[in-house]
């Protein structure tokens, strides 16, 4: 006979441990072949990809930068989205709402029976182009543009969607791309590290299947019946990696009106400086004036310019001497007190004869700060290059043909030399030729179509006078000068959707940074 006593109520039985959460899988989707070849890998078999057999785990999301190719996006209209619409396939369509970081990213569309690719959001790369009066560029090896149309946008959107929870992020690098790979992987392992979690887990495909370029456009194909053209903006620089001179240029004459508008955005780019054009030390309209078959783009840019309003612009611009290696090893991230060492590299008779070490412990030797006061000509080397400044002032509106005969007059009355550029041959009034050496300066009067902001740093006046003696512009400005408030890197982005607006914390590993 038992004598336990009967439970008052029954007691829960132990569960075991919880089941992890499977991470959501986002594909960021750049309308080309690469991320095309995933999505359709995807579709024959979720499962090999780690993936819910009906897709409900998969996000593809696209950053519209404004300024595809309309074949593009009619390729991935016609052929890609119906695929993903028959299986429910969730696409998201994102894009910047502003110039400003501040104003936030824009959700165009989240659906699940998405019918169209967006041709633009509210503020399209071009606008910031030709704003800012300017072409992309690399800047410290990194491509400017996508930073700010599409991983800048895609980032924050995950961090509105994800919060604090990790996701897989696939990206269509293919097996001839390792090296971008390995960078991708050690920035996102870098990001993951400064945030103390997995923020999310980089996945490559192609790269893991082993297929390289040939093998993804033949995989596309084989299963769509079209062959999928380079995905890449209108006149984007890199075009010689994205295609060949002779498709790019075919592109160009299917769409005279594009290529107008990318060889009018290079034009005012080398009105305001010179170097810039679109492919470094050549520029598209040169290379567009050697095939007799360009004539008509050639044609439909030079209406374009002629319909355009046009404006004088003042450009002034301060090269300032840069910082020595030296002076960063000695003087940490700031210079309060500079020496002659701190703006012009030391010679290498310099180095030998000059450079004293202090031994500490362990033996480790310590070089000090050179004792040389660079009186000698044998110890001063070329000065270093440091960051150029520019001003730019609208001081006349009008018609083209009008804004040309005034710059001559403007030119005779004040009695300045007129040139033309070297390579652009866009007619220039020179008041203020640069000189040898940093810092220098230089100023000129130029016409160009109307659209590149007023702007220059708060204090560029000041080091304009200090170092030109000159005060403000020669000619009088139509507006005054607009100082834009700097919200690059602010904690709190808007993530605007089609059912209200939702404020988040930026990245913050971007800004622990």
């Known amino acids: 006979m038992s004598t336990t006593t009967p439970a008052l109520f029954s007691m829960p039985v132990p569960r075991g441990p919880a ?50 190719w309309p074949t593009s996006l009619s390729y991935v209209d016609r052929l890609v989205l119906p695929l993903l619409a028959e299986r429910r396939v969730r696409v998201v369509q994102v894009a910047r709402m502003g110039r400003s970081d501040s104003d936030g990213v824009l959700v165009l569309e989240d659906s699940r029976a998405t019918r169209r690719i967006h041709q633009a959001g509210p503020w399209r790369l071009s606008d910031w182009l030709l704003t800012g009066g300017t072409v992309p560029q690399m800047a410290s090896g990194r491509r400017t543009c996508s930073i700010r149309f599409k991983g800048w946008v895609l980032d924050h959107w995950a961090v509105a969607e994800f919060g604090q929870v990790p996701f897989r992020r696939v990206i269509g690098y293919h097996a001839g791309e390792r090296s971008r790979m390995e960078k991708d992987t050690k920035i996102q392992n870098r990001l993951n590290e400064r945030a103390g979690r997995v923020i999310c887990e980089p996945s490559y495909p192609l790269i893991e299947a082993g297929m390289d370029r040939d093998a993804v456009e033949a995989y596309v194909l084989a299963r769509l019946g079209e062959p999928i053209q380079k995905s890449y903006c209108t006149f984007c620089p890199f075009s010689g990696v994205c295609a060949s001179r002779d498709r790019h240029e075919e592109r160009l004459r299917a769409h005279p009106d594009l290529a107008a508008e990318a060889l009018a955005m290079e034009y005012a780019s080398m009105a305001l400086n010179e170097p810039m054009s679109l492919y470094g030390t050549r520029s598209l309209y040169q290379q567009l004036t050697e095939d007799e078959r360009n004539e008509a783009v050639l044609t439909a840019f030079e209406e374009r310019l002629d319909a355009a309003p046009f404006s004088l612009y003042e450009v002034r611009r301060l090269y300032l001497p840069g910082r020595t290696k030296d002076c960063r090893l000695h003087h940490g991230d700031r210079c309060v007190r500079p020496r002659w060492w701190c703006r012009t590299e030391r010679t290498a008779l310099c180095r030998r004869e000059h450079t004293a070490f202090e031994t500490g412990g362990g033996g480790r030797r310590t070089e000090l700060p050179t004792a040389c006061a660079g009186v000698e000509d ?75 902001d007023d702007k220059h740093r708060d204090s560029f006046e000041r080091r304009w006078t200090e170092f030109t003696g000159l005060i403000g512009t020669r000619w009088e400005p139509v507006r005054p000068l607009v100082c834009h408030p700097r919200t690059r890197g602010s904690r709190v982005v808007p993530v605007i959707r089609p059912s209200g607006i939702t404020h988040v914390p930026a990245l913050a590993e971007s800004a622990a940074a």
């Open 19 to 68: 089941r992890p959460v499977k991470p959501k899988t986002v594909l960021s989707y750049g309308l080309g072949a690469d991320s095309t070849a995933i999505l359709l890998m995807f579709l024959e078999d979720p499962v090999r990809y780690g993936l819910e057999p009906d897709l409900s785990d998969l996000i593809v999301v696209h950053a519209v930068t404004g300024n595809e």
């Open 378 to 452: 044998d110890c001063q080397g070329k000065p270093v290059k440091g960051q150029a400044w520019r001003s730019v002032r609208t001081v006349w509106e009008g018609p083209r043909l009008e804004a040309e005969f005034t710059l001559m007059r403007w030119g005779r009355e004040e009695g300045v030399q007129m040139r033309r550029g070297e390579r652009s041959m866009i007619k220039r009034l020179h008041y203020l030729d640069r000189g040898e050496g940093y810092p220098a300066a230089e100023a000129y009067l130029v016409a160009a179509p109307s659209g590149a």
